[in-house]
């Protein structure tokens, strides 16, 4: 669309008497047949009409200041995306240029699309498919942006769950130019219909954790879930049991029950661990209990301030048992060498205040107390350095507010 001029014409006149002259402005052929269209607002919304040749500009509402579009009449045969003033300028309007970013690397604009702020999700996700030489739009999905954050929202848009383009650049009162894409193997409408689930499974012999991930029927239970991971981790013997841990901050809130149904499991900010059943545990005495056992180190910047970190564990400790057997077996529990481990202190914390324990206390003493909220308020502390490597799955204790992209594999 280009500025041509403009003319005084009479008001009792009709466009019909101006049409050799618009053609010759516009570089047209004398005789060249044009459509003429009055646009009346821009702004909030387009509002651009035909003008009929033959009615005179004063019968039209034709006045001083008016502006007049015009265009070659279009064969009827030819396909364009905007054939007429209106549908263009609808387009100038709601023309969008929206940067993508693959939702691995959310920092980094990937590509640019210019699209319409009308589009509605299939056209989005159609654009995105076809510039990524994908066939099935379908296993697309889009992440909206934080404008605050500056990172992705914690939920994917869920498939045709918004109307528009507009709606999904909204972030409250902010309009953001930013969207996050992911390639799915499966169709996004399949994918809803499943809960994916994150769970880092922890050997019971080998140092070392591998995340797995199981993708069931939302109505699936963690029962399920174990059977599934059954078939792809390695047990210590065929009839090994597994329970399902939810982790937070490197202590051990919840057992889930197997008749748990995981539609409501969150593994975004909580760890899900799996884990082999201690023989221990299945054959422990009438007096004998399961405590927590979490490590910890004092923050000196934090006025001594207790901080857990590393993987906790629980251990069946005996009535009578002092804290000088409890170590032999945490020592070889963990296979800590013994120079180091001689360095380690041991303490009963409650409500995080640690009680430093002497060899020859009797630890099941200190356990007896079962009116406090929460087991894990109690527990026997392992003070020491953290000299471990940092593992990338403990990502998501302290991860951001999104779900970071899993590759997943059956």
Same mark, same amino acid.
């Given at each position: 669309?280009?500025?041509?001029?403009?003319?005084?014409?009479?008001?009792?006149?009709?466009?019909?008497?101006?049409?050799?002259?618009?053609?010759?402005?516009?570089?047209? $052929?004398?005789?060249?047949?044009?459509?003429?269209?009055?646009?009346?607002?821009?702004?909030?919304?387009?509002?651009?009409?035909?003008?009929?040749?033959?009615?005179?500009?004063?019968?039209?509402?034709?006045?001083?200041?008016?502006?007049? %579009?015009?265009?070659?009449?279009?064969?009827?045969?030819?396909?364009?995306?905007?054939?007429?003033?209106?549908?263009?300028?609808?387009?100038?309007?709601?023309?969008?240029?929206?940067?993508?970013? !693959?939702?691995?690397?959310?920092?980094?604009?990937?590509?640019?699309?210019?699209?319409?702020?009308?589009?509605?999700?299939?056209?989005?996700?159609?654009?995105? +498919?076809?510039?990524?030489?994908?066939?099935?739009?379908?296993?697309?999905?889009?992440?909206?942006?934080? %404008?605050? !954050?500056?990172?992705?929202?914690?939920?994917?848009?869920?498939?045709? $769950?918004?109307?528009?383009? !507009?709606?999904?650049?909204?972030?409250?009162?902010?309009?953001?130019?930013?969207?996050?894409?992911?390639?799915?193997?499966?169709?996004?409408?399949?994918?809803?219909?499943?809960?994916?689930?994150?769970?880092?499974?922890?050997?019971?012999?080998?140092?070392?954790?591998?995340?797995?991930?199981?993708?069931?029927?939302?109505?699936?239970?963690?029962?399920? *879930?174990?059977?599934?991971?059954?078939?792809? *981790?390695?047990?210590?013997?065929?009839?090994?049991?597994?329970?399902?841990?939810?982790?937070?901050?490197?202590?051990?809130?919840?057992?889930?029950?197997?008749?748990?149904?995981?539609?409501?499991?969150?593994?975004?900010?909580?760890?899900?661990? +799996?884990?082999?059943?201690?023989?221990?545990?299945?054959?422990?005495?009438?007096?004998?209990?399961?405590?927590?056992?979490?490590?910890?180190?004092?923050?000196?910047?934090?006025?001594?301030?207790?901080?857990?970190?590393?993987?906790?564990?629980?251990?069946?400790?005996?009535?009578?048992?002092?804290?000088?057997?409890?170590?032999?077996?945490?020592?070889?529990?963990?296979?800590?060498?013994?120079?180091?481990? +001689?360095?380690?202190?041991?303490?009963?914390?409650?409500?995080?205040?640690?009680?430093?324990?002497?060899?020859?206390? *009797?630890? +099941?003493?200190?356990?007896?107390?079962?009116?406090?909220?929460?087991?894990?308020?109690?527990?026997?502390?392992?003070?020491?350095?953290?000299?471990?490597?940092?593992? !990338?799955?403990?990502?998501?204790?302290?991860?951001?507010?999104?779900?970071?992209? *899993?590759?997943?594999?059956?």
């Amino acid at each position: 669309m280009r500025y041509l001029g403009r003319l005084f014409v009479k008001a009792s006149g009709k466009p019909a008497e101006i049409l050799t002259k618009l053609n010759e402005m516009a570089g047209f $052929g004398a005789d060249e047949e044009i459509e003429l269209f009055e646009e009346i607002k821009f702004e909030p919304n387009v509002m651009c009409e035909h003008i009929d040749k033959k009615a005179t500009f004063r019968a039209s509402q034709l006045e001083d200041g008016d502006i007049i %579009c015009f265009q070659k009449a279009a064969p009827v045969s030819e396909q364009c995306r905007y054939p007429d003033v209106p549908s263009f300028l609808e387009y100038v309007r709601n023309r969008q240029v929206v940067r993508f970013r !693959s939702l691995e690397k959310p920092k980094e604009d990937e590509f640019c699309l210019e699209l319409s702020k009308l589009y509605t999700y299939d056209d989005v996700v159609e654009k995105v +498919a076809h510039h990524l030489g994908l066939n099935d739009p379908s296993k697309i999905r889009l992440t909206s942006h934080n %404008c605050y !954050s500056q990172q992705p929202k914690p939920q994917p848009i869920k498939y045709r $769950g918004v109307d528009h383009l !507009s709606d999904m650049l909204l972030h409250y009162n902010q309009t953001s130019d930013i969207l996050y894409y992911e390639i799915l193997d499966i169709p996004l409408p399949e994918l809803q219909g499943l809960k994916t689930l994150k769970v880092a499974f922890h050997h019971s012999t080998k140092d070392e954790v591998v995340i797995h991930t199981v993708r069931l029927p939302k109505q699936s239970t963690v029962g399920d *879930v174990i059977n599934d991971l059954k078939t792809k *981790v390695e047990l210590s013997h065929p009839a090994a049991e597994i329970r399902l841990l939810e982790v937070f901050y490197h202590k051990i809130y919840k057992i889930f029950p197997l008749n748990e149904k995981i539609e409501n499991i969150n593994d975004q900010y909580w760890t899900l661990r +799996a884990e082999e059943i201690p023989e221990e545990e299945k054959n422990f005495g009438p007096h004998d209990r399961i405590i927590h056992v979490y490590h910890f180190m004092k923050d000196t910047a934090q006025n001594q301030q207790v901080q857990n970190f590393g993987e906790p564990f629980f251990l069946v400790i005996r009535e009578d048992e002092t804290l000088a057997e409890v170590k032999v077996r945490i020592q070889k529990k963990l296979q800590v060498p013994d120079e180091e481990f +001689a360095k380690w202190k041991f303490a009963f914390l409650s409500l995080g205040r640690p009680e430093y324990l002497q060899d020859s206390d *009797v630890v +099941a003493s200190r356990f007896q107390r079962r009116d406090v909220y929460g087991a894990w308020e109690q527990y026997l502390g392992l003070e020491h350095t953290d000299t471990a490597p940092k593992r !990338s799955y403990n990502a998501n204790q302290n991860r951001h507010a999104y779900e970071k992209p *899993v590759k997943i594999y059956n």
